[in-house]
Each structure stands twice: as structure tokens, then as C-alpha cells.
């Protein structure tokens, strides 16, 4: 079984660095799922794997704060990003 606590602190963080970068729409997104995910698994870990897929996606995601690439931010989020994924879709 998938730890939705972890899962669910992962989306929290990645959340939280979305709206540092003004990526308010992703952010609100990922919280609505982080919200759903306890009511609905399956279906939910459907929709989070959806983000990963095509042009505009959750990977293309790069933070800037005034016109500057936050680099640490940007570098945690990739982490993020990838044991998320690893955690809903992977193994």
C-alpha cells in the first residue's frame, strides 16, 4: 500500500514552492488532489500521474522569483517531483 501521509507531505511542499513562484493555478491543483486523495485513491493517483504527461506539464515547471531562476527551490521541487511520481505511479 502507498503511504498517502507521504504522499500527501510531498504534495504540501511542492504546494508551498508553487505559490512562491506565483504558480498559483499548479498549486491550487495540487492541493485539490492532495484533499481528494484519502477519499478517493486510486482515481486520484490516476490524476497526479496525468500531470506528468505532455507540453505544460508539472515537469516543465520552472520557478523564478523577479525574473531570476530560484535555483534551491527549483532544485528541491525536481526531487519532489520525482519521488512523488516514484510514490503514485512507480513500484
Known sequence: M???TKIMEIMNRISELLRVSDEDE???R???YRIELP???TYVL???AALYGGMGSLNDIVLY???QPMIAENNELHKLRS???ERCVGA
Open 30 to 32: 495540487i492541493d485539490e
Open 2 to 4: 502507498k503511504n498517502l
Open 26 to 28: 499548479w498549486a491550487l
Open 65 to 67: 522569483r523577479n525574473g
Open 39 to 41: 477519499k478517493d485513491t
Open 83 to 85: 519521488e512523488l511520481h
Open 46 to 48: 490516476s490524476k497526479i
